[in-house]
C-alpha cells in the first residue's frame, strides 16, 4: 500500500457512490416521479385558441430607403416589437372589455373592471410567426368557451385600438410639426427679407470706394462704445473725490475697457506720448496698490506706514486718473479727424431695415455678410421641406384601419385540450425524479463524513491499511446464513473475500506484534467477522492461534466457531478453572477458542481490568504463535483501552462509510493515550465493480478471475 499511487476520483468512484446509495435513489425517484405523475394527472384540462393579426408595413422614407438591406431588417424587427407589446398593452385589453363579449362590461377601474383586466392580461399572450408580419394573439384558460370568446375579441379589439393609438400618437407629432413649420417659415421670411435688403445696398455701392466699405461703421461703433466705457473711469473718479480706494480690479477693467474698444487699425494711430504717459501712470499705480495691501495684512490701520502708503496710493490714483483723461481726449480727437476722411455711403434707393431688430446682431452690408446670409436662407427652407414631408407621412387621419392592420385568421374553437400527452409528461417527470435522485444521492454524500475510500484513510489517519476486504454479505440473507458467512475463508475458499482475508494474515504473519487486539469504532463494522477469518487464515498458514472471545458485553465468537459460550474468560477470572480447561478446540487445525462464560453484567469492568487474567492470556504465547483477542467497540465503551495497554498492538476495523472521520481519530488517539500501538487498519465492507482482482490489489475493488487458459 505504501508504494501504490492512488487513482483520481473518477467514474468508477462515482459508480460506486450510486451503488451505495441506490436505496435513496430509488425512494427520491419513485417519490418524485409517482408526485409528478399524480399532480399531472389531476391538474384540469387547458386549452388555448388564437387569432392572427397581419401588420402592413410603414411607408418607408427617404433615409431608410438609402439603408442596407440588413440595417432595414434590424429596424422593422425594432419597430415591430412594438405592435407585439400591443397586445398587453392597456388600451387593447381595454378595447377587449368595452366589446362585452364576456358578460355586461362594468364601470371602468371598479374592482370589477380591474380583476377582469388582471385575468385578460394573465391569459393572454402574443408572439410573432416566424419573419412574417403577423402577430399570433393566443388565449390560455381551463374554461373553452371562455377562451374562443376571448380570443375572437382580441381580432377587432386589436385594430381598432393599434390604430386609435397610431393616430393619438401622431397628432402630437403632427402638432410638434406645425410648431416647427410655423417657426422656420418664420424665420426663412426673415432671412429673405435682409438678403434683398443686402442685394440692393451692395448694387448701390459705387466701384470707387474704399477698398473697405465697412470701415466706417467699425470707427463710429468703437467712438460709441469708448465714450460708453470712459463713464466707467468717471465713476472711479467721483471714488477717489469721496476718499474712498478703487480696487485693483476695478482700475485694471477700466483701463483694458478702454484699450478694447479701439480697433487694431486705430490703436497704431493712437499710440503717442499720452499713451506712454498713461502706461507709466498705470505702472506706479499698481506697485502702490500692491504696498498698500500688503502692509494692510500686517499692520493696523493707524500705523504710520499704512498711513503713508495710503496716502501715495491716493496721489498714484488721482495721477492715473488725470492720464486716462488726456489720453481720452486726444484719442476721441483723433477718432473724430478719421471719419472725417472717410468717404460717406451713397444713399441707396432701398428701404432701411433694423436688422438687429429681426436677428439681434448689426450687420454690415458687404459680400461676405451676403454669403453667409443666402446660406442660412438655404439651409432653412431646406429644413421647411423636410418638415412638410413628414408631416405628409404621419397624416394617418386619411388612412383606414386596415391600411395598418388586418385580422385574418379569427379563433377556432379547441377541440381538445392541450396539456402534454401522456407520454410525455412520463419522461419529463422521470426526468425530474432522476434529478432529484441524483441530487438526494449527493447532498447525502456531500454531508457524510465517514471515511470513503482506503487511500483516503491513508492520508487522513497517517495510519497504514493492512487490508482490504470487500462487501460479501447480502444484507437480505437469514441470520443463520449471515452467521455462516462470517466464515467465508472456510466457507467459500477460492472467493475474493477469503484471498483477501489471506492477504492480511500474510502481512500479519510478517510482524513482530504476536498478541493482537481486535477492536473498531463502532458496532456492526464486521470486526468479529475480520478476526474469525483472520484466525482462520493464519491457521491456514501452519500457525497456532488462540482467539479470546473478550467482547463480554455482546459475545459472538462462540456461534461463528460453534463452541459452547462457556466455560470461558469469565470462570478464569473467577478461578473457577485452570487456563487449559478454558481452551475449546475448534474445527479448524491449529486454531482454538476461549469463550466469554457465563457472566453477570456487574462483573463486566472487573474481568476487563483485571492484570491477572490479561497476564495469563500473554504466558499463553508460548503454547501459540498468536493470540487474536476480541475486544467490544473503542469509541462507546472502554474496555478495549484496557486490552490496548498490555497487547502488542491493536488491529483496528473500519467499515467504508459507517463512522465519521473524527470518530476514528479520536479512538486512535485514545489508544495512543494509554500507551496502544496500533498496528494498522482492515478496511472492511468495500463495495463498488472495479478492476479484476487476480491476486493483485488495489487500493479500492477486488475481484477474483481464474487464469485463462494457454491455447
Not at 492512488?6 to 460506486?16: E, K
Amino acid at each position: 500500500m505504501d508504494g501504490e499511487k492512488r487513482r483520481p476520483f473518477g467514474l468508477l468512484d462515482y459508480w460506486a457512490i450510486l451503488k451505495k446509495r441506490w436505496m435513496l435513489a430509488l425512494l427520491s425517484f419513485v417519490s418524485v416521479t409517482v408526485t409528478a405523475l399524480v399532480y399531472e394527472s389531476n391538474r384540469p384540462p387547458i386549452y388555448t385558441a388564437f387569432v392572427d393579426i397581419l401588420i402592413n408595413p410603414d411607408p418607408p422614407s427617404e433615409q431608410i430607403r438609402n439603408l442596407q438591406p440588413s440595417q432595414r431588417r434590424r429596424l422593422s424587427e425594432m419597430n415591430f416589437d412594438f405592435y407585439i407589446e400591443h397586445a398587453r398593452s392597456d388600451a387593447c385589453i381595454s378595447a377587449v372589455i368595452s366589446q362585452g363579449i364576456l358578460g355586461a362590461v362594468p364601470p371602468p377601474k371598479t374592482p370589477e373592471w380591474l380583476n377582469l383586466f388582471e385575468t385578460i392580461l394573465n391569459s393572454s399572450s402574443a408572439t410573432r410567426l416566424s419573419e412574417r408580419r403577423i402577430i399570433r394573439i393566443s388565449v390560455t384558460s381551463g374554461n373553452l368557451e371562455f377562451a374562443y370568446k376571448l380570443a375572437n375579441a382580441f381580432g377587432p379589439a386589436y385594430v381598432s385600438s393599434l390604430y386609435e393609438s397610431m393616430v393619438s400618437v401622431n397628432k402630437t407629432m403632427l402638432q410638434y410639426i406645425d410648431n416647427e413649420i410655423a417657426n422656420t417659415e418664420e424665420e426663412t421670411s426673415k432671412y429673405r427679407t435682409i438678403v434683398a435688403y443686402l442685394e440692393k445696398k451692395i448694387g448701390a455701392l459705387p466701384s470707387t470706394e474704399s477698398p473697405d466699405p465697412g470701415m466706417r461703421t467699425r470707427i463710429l461703433n468703437s467712438r460709441n462704445l469708448l465714450r460708453e466705457r470712459a463713464l466707467a473711469v468717471d465713476a472711479i473718479s467721483d471714488t477717489i473725490e469721496a476718499g474712498l480706494l478703487p480696487s485693483l480690479e476695478e482700475m485694471e477693467l477700466a483701463v483694458t475697457g478702454l484699450f478694447a474698444a479701439i480697433p487694431d487699425e486705430l490703436s497704431r494711430e493712437l499710440s503717442g506720448v499720452s499713451r506712454d504717459n498713461l502706461e507709466a501712470a498705470r505702472g506706479r499705480w499698481i506697485e502702490k496698490m500692491q504696498r498698500y495691501k500688503l502692509l494692510s495684512r500686517t499692520m493696523t490701520e493707524f500705523h504710520p506706514d499704512r498711513a503713508i502708503a495710503k496716502h501715495e496710493l491716493v496721489s498714484a490714483s488721482i495721477e492715473l486718473i488725470n492720464a486716462i483723461a488726456q489720453w481720452y481726449r486726444i484719442a476721441d480727437a483723433q477718432i473724430e479727424s478719421k471719419l472725417a476722411l472717410l468717404p460717406k455711403p451713397v444713399e441707396s434707393s432701398a428701404p432701411e431695415i433694423d436688422i438687429y431688430a429681426l436677428i439681434g446682431e448689426t450687420v454690415v452690408p458687404s459680400q461676405l455678410a451676403l454669403s453667409r446670409f443666402k446660406a442660412e436662407l438655404a439651409i432653412r427652407e431646406s429644413l421647411l421641406t423636410d418638415l412638410i414631408k413628414k408631416k405628409s407621412i404621419l397624416n394617418l387621419e386619411k388612412m383606414g384601419q386596415d391600411q395598418i392592420a388586418e385580422w385574418i385568421r379569427p379563433a377556432a374553437k379547441p377541440t381538445a385540450p392541450n396539456n402534454p400527452a401522456l407520454h410525455r409528461t412520463l419522461i419529463m417527470d422521470s426526468l425530474l425524479g432522476l434529478t432529484v435522485a441524483l441530487a438526494a444521492i449527493f447532498i447525502v454524500e456531500s454531508l457524510d463524513s465517514s471515511i470513503k475510500t482506503p487511500g483516503s484513510a491513508e492520508s487522513l489517519l497517517g495510519k497504514k491499511v493492512l487490508g482490504i476486504i470487500p462487501c460479501f454479505t447480502d444484507p437480505l440473507s437469514s441470520q443463520a446464513e449471515a452467521t455462516s458467512m462470517r466464515m467465508v475463508v472456510k466457507i467459500r475458499p477460492f472467493s475474493p473475500e477469503a484471498e483477501a482475508y489471506r492477504s492480511l494474515a500474510q502481512k500479519i504473519d510478517a510482524q513482530m506484534d504476536k498478541f493482537i487486539v481486535i477492536t473498531s469504532t463502532g458496532p456492526q463494522e464486521g470486526k468479529s467477522t475480520t478476526i474469525s477469518n483472520l484466525s482462520i487464515a493464519l491457521a491456514e498458514l501452519g500457525r497456532t492461534v488462540l482467539v479470546i472471545s473478550a467482547n463480554l458485553r455482546r459475545p459472538t465468537l462462540h456461534k461463528i466457531f460453534e463452541v459452547p459460550e462457556a466455560p470461558g474468560v469469565a470462570e478464569l477470572f473467577r478461578e473457577e478453572i485452570e487456563f487449559k480447561d478454558a481452551v475449546q478446540e475448534t474445527s479448524i487445525t491449529g486454531l482454538k477458542i476461549i469463550s466469554s462464560g457465563n457472566l453477570n453484567d456487574s462483573s463486566i469492568p472487573a474481568i476487563i481490568s483485571s492484570p491477572q487474567l490479561i497476564a495469563k492470556f500473554r504466558d499463553a504465547l508460548t503454547d501459540y504463535d498468536f493470540i487474536l483477542v476480541d475486544v467490544p467497540p473503542a469509541a462507546p465503551v472502554s474496555d478495549a483501552l484496557s486490552f490496548a495497554r498490555s497487547a502488542d498492538s491493536v488491529l483496528l476495523v473500519y467499515m467504508l462509510g459507517r463512522a465519521s472521520e473524527d470518530s476514528v481519530e479520536q479512538v486512535i488517539r485514545s489508544i495512543e493515550d494509554v500507551g496502544g500501538k496500533i498496528l494498522g487498519l482492515v478496511m472492511n465492507d468495500v463495495r463498488g465493480i472495479g478492476h479484476a482482482y487476480g491476486y493483485n490489489y488495489s487500493d479500492r475493488y477486488y475481484h477474483y478471475t481464474k487464469e485463462e487458459p494457454i491455447i
